[in-house]
T-cell receptor
Framework: DAGVIQSPRHEVTEMGQEVTLRCKPI?????LFWYRQTMMRGLELLIY????????DSGMPEDRFSAKMPNASFSTLKIQPSEPRDSAVYFC?????????????FGPGTRLLVL | SQKIEQNSEALNIQEGKTATLTCNYT??????LQWYRQDPGRGPVFLLL?????KEKRKERLKVTFDTTLKQSLFHITASQPADSATYLC???????????FGKGTRLSVIA
């Protein structure tokens, strides 16, 4: 199994630009999570989906952030417009309840730097 | 508000010793507690899960305890090795279908 795939691995952009992060969960997993990690705040949940439906987006910091999951094998996290304080590592994770599903499998992350 | 605290940001120990990391929580009733390992530049990797009705779980050189009265979990690595150097995160969830809440982690350095 290839594991959770994220792209790009690194992104450098200028303030005000749109940023799109992509995630492919593990095949057969029906939960998908987006996290943000910073030194100050640690790993924070932004939003999660179950069967492609957003369940809880209360962690999304502002309206500038949006996430979609058009099908079971793809999700995007978009920031528009981006700001320097959005600089962080963004992780996608997936899990499948019912089979030790409390365990989450993380992707390698996207390191975002907004100048 | 819910709070998860890991005892220290960094812990240094000598190779061969037992490393003990602490995770304390408040205003939370977790059904599950998990420990993850994170290496620099990589995503967290699951290590162990312990349920609220379990006191202890072991996996090779790893041992986790869970005390719901003290609201604390201890994570032990016996016979530590330099390869064990990483950041260790504890995470809680109230059910199998609710998201995990993570602590900030403890960075462990095992010195040869």
């Amino acid at each position: 199994d290839a594991g959770v795939i994220q792209s790009p691995r690194h992104e450098v952009t200028e303030m005000g630009q749109e940023v799109t992060l992509r995630c492919k969960p593990i095949s057969g997993h029906d939960y998908l999570f987006w996290y943000r990690q910073t030194m100050m705040r640690g790993l924070e949940l932004l939003i999660y989906f179950n069967n492609n439906v957003p369940i809880d987006d209360s962690g999304m910091p502002e309206d500038r952030f949006s996430a979609k999951m058009p099908n079971a094998s793809f999700s995007t996290l978009k920031i528009q417009p981006s700001e320097p304080r959005d600089s962080a590592v963004y992780f996608c994770a997936s899990s499948k309840p019912g089979q030790g599903a409390e365990t989450q499998y993380f992707g390698p992350g996207t390191r975002l730097l907004v100048l | 508000s819910q709070k998860i605290e890991q005892n220290s940001e960094a812990l240094n120990i000598q190779e061969g010793k037992t490393a003990t990391l602490t995770c304390n929580y408040t205003n939370y009733s977790p059904a599950y507690l998990q420990w993850y390992r994170q290496d620099p530049g990589r995503g967290p990797v699951f290590l162990l899960l312990i349920r609220e009705n379990e006191k202890e779980k072991r996996k090779e050189r790893l041992k986790v305890t869970f005390d719901t009265t003290l609201k604390q979990s201890l994570f032990h690595i016996t016979a530590s090795q330099p390869a064990d150097s990483a950041t260790y995160l504890c995470a809680l969830s109230s059910s199998g279908n609710t998201p995990l809440v993570f602590g900030k982690g403890t960075r462990l350095s095992v010195i040869a």
